[in-house]
């Protein structure tokens, strides 16, 4: 069993900066990968961020150049740096932990989900 334990999120104002920090506890040793998602009211969920056991980072078009993703995946934990928020940004934020399953396949691991909220 993996948790996922998410903290940061809330309310910032158009342009402001906010940042999301994410703590990988339990069976912790086979995740390779940890990251980011979010999902807005009406909308499907969407990779934001992504950065791998070689510190390699992903990010989705919509937030290069604004945010950044860092971490310690020998700890896993990732943190979300966030600046220049728009409201296209406001969505439920889940943090995403990933280890290789059988062959092709691998497993995600889901936190609970935290709100940003982006006010003008």
């Known amino acids: 069993q993996v948790q996922l334990v998410e903290s940061g999120g809330g309310e910032v104002q158009l342009g402001g900066s906010l940042a999301l920090s994410c703590a990988a506890s339990?069976?912790?040793?086979?995740?390779?990968?940890m990251g980011w998602d979010r999902q807005a009211p009406g909308e499907e969920r969407e990779l934001v961020a992504l950065?791998?056991?070689?510190?390699?980072?992903r990010y989705a078009e919509s937030v290069k150049e604004r945010f950044s993703i860092s971490g310690d995946l020998v700890k896993k934990t990732v943190r979300l740096e966030m600046h220049n928020l728009n409201s296209g940004d406001t969505a439920v934020y889940y943090c995403?932990?990933?280890?290789?399953?059988?062959?092709?396949?691998?497993?995600?691991?889901w936190g609970q989900g935290t709100q940003v909220t982006v006010s003008s």
């Open positions: 995403n932990a990933i280890e290789p399953a059988a062959g092709p396949r691998w497993t995600d691991h």
């Open positions: 339990g069976s912790t040793s086979r995740i390779n990968a």
């Open positions: 950065l791998n056991n070689f510190g390699d980072t």
